[in-house]
């Protein structure tokens, strides 16, 4: 096992920067995921720390060992691709073993090693079956079990889950988490689901065109997003976005008034009359019942009304996807499962100004809170 620290990376192919200036310090031990769209660039961090990609510039450690110019079978890390790479013509136990005997490992450890990951992996009673005779699912894990069995100092996973279907993909998950916890080796997956992002992290990281955006734990990065494309790529569904001018009292959305917290009028007082992108999470938003509105006639609600556009049921709650009349801004909302709702309805809905941010609308940066 082993710290992993990259500094001031970068990779360039030929006029294309990959990766700008990247800066990361992964603790031994920790499971440090790296998230982001399609082309951001976590795919080349990965294969520049495995050695199948080199820097353009920066340094990269494998513990304390520069390894820049180390070749990539000398950096003792284990790397598992989203295809699997699994030889076809070796059983199961050969593929485990495979890595073990390259290195010349005496036969009797191999034999046990296997035995041990097998069983780790449930995979015990498919040691003499090839990979055609074997579910993804379980080319997944003998793939996952080849890189186990050679106690790398550093686990490389690029997106492993993928080709999985979904109660798989929820499967093997969790069984990652859990041999990651026994195991304790240094791990470092990329992926763009951030389902699985915030559900196996120590540590996430954003990426979006070849630089970093934020680092942080799960739970942080989704409460405290640093800009606006960290905000709407984590959570799902994602934060919503919705274009707003500020009057100075309050913010006016599509020809709507909503009020603001004292705080943010402070904040925002000198764009009095400039236009910005608020943000708010589906959870954060609630149904104003008209009742509530005839017995408090004199409470201030901080509300909006919308047409319901699409109604998701989704077992423990629902998913109202709905829109203000006129425009192509989506509103989307959780409610109970007790409520009725149909395409073409009025909603009246709250927000929790205390969970509201405020971005600016051509950089994306957060300004409030």
């Known amino acids: 096992m082993a710290t992993v620290r990259l500094e ?27 998230v982001g769209p399609s082309g951001c660039g976590k795919s080349t961090i990965l294969r520049t720390i495995a050695g199948l990609e080199t ?31 699994l030889y076809p013509h070796m059983t199961v136990a050969q593929n485990i073993a495979f890595g073990l005997q390259m290195r010349k490992v005496d036969p009797k450890i191999i034999q046990e090693r296997v035995m041990v990951v097998a069983r780790s992996l449930s995979l015990e009673h498919l040691l003499e079956r090839k990979p055609k005779q074997l579910s993804g699912g379980q080319q997944q894990r003998v793939a996952l079990g080849r890189a186990i069995a050679r106690e790398p100092q550093v686990f490389l ?13 929820d499967d093997t998950r969790a069984e990652l988490k859990q041999l990651h916890q026994e ?41 405290q997003p640093t800009n606006r494309m960290v905000a709407t790529f984590l959570g799902s569904p994602p934060m919503n976005i919705v274009p707003a001018k500020f009057t100075g009292n ?56 919308v047409e319901v556009k699409v109604v998701e049921p989704l077992g423990r709650e629902t998913l109202v996807r709905t829109g203000f009349p006129g425009t192509s801004v989506i509103l989307n909302v959780q409610i109970s ?13 709250e927000f929790n100004l205390d969970k509201l941010f405020v971005f600016d609308s051509s950089t994306g940066d957060k300004l409030y809170p």
């Open 8 to 34: 001031n990376i970068k990779r360039r192919f030929n006029n294309v920067t990959a990766i700008e200036d990247i800066t990361l310090d992964i603790p031994d031990g920790e499971f440090w995921v790296l």
């Open 55 to 85: 820097a353009t510039s920066g340094k990269l450690y494998i513990g304390e060992k520069l390894v820049n110019n180390i070749p990539a079978r000398q950096r003792d890390v284990a790397m598992v691709f989203q295809n699997y790479a």
């Open 157 to 169: 996973l690029d997106e492993p889950l993928s080709n999985l279907d979904a109660q798989l993909r």
């Open 183 to 223: 195991l304790g080796i240094t791990t470092i997956y990329v992926t763009h689901d951030q389902v699985e992002a915030m559900t196996l992290a120590d540590k996430i990281v954003v990426l979006n065109r070849g630089r970093i955006q934020q680092i942080g734990a799960p739970n942080t990065i989704y409460s």
């Open 250 to 305: 309050g913010f006016d959305v599509m020809g709507q008034i909503l009020s603001c917290p004292n705080s943010v009028k402070e904040k925002l007082r000198l764009g009095v009359g400039q236009n910005f992108d608020l943000g708010i999470r589906p959870e954060h938003i609630s149904l104003v019942e008209p009742s509530r509105r005839r017995e408090h006639p004199e409470e201030e609600l901080s509300e909006l009304t």
């Open 337 to 349: 499962t007790e409520v009725l709702s149909k395409r073409g309805d009025r909603l009246s809905l």
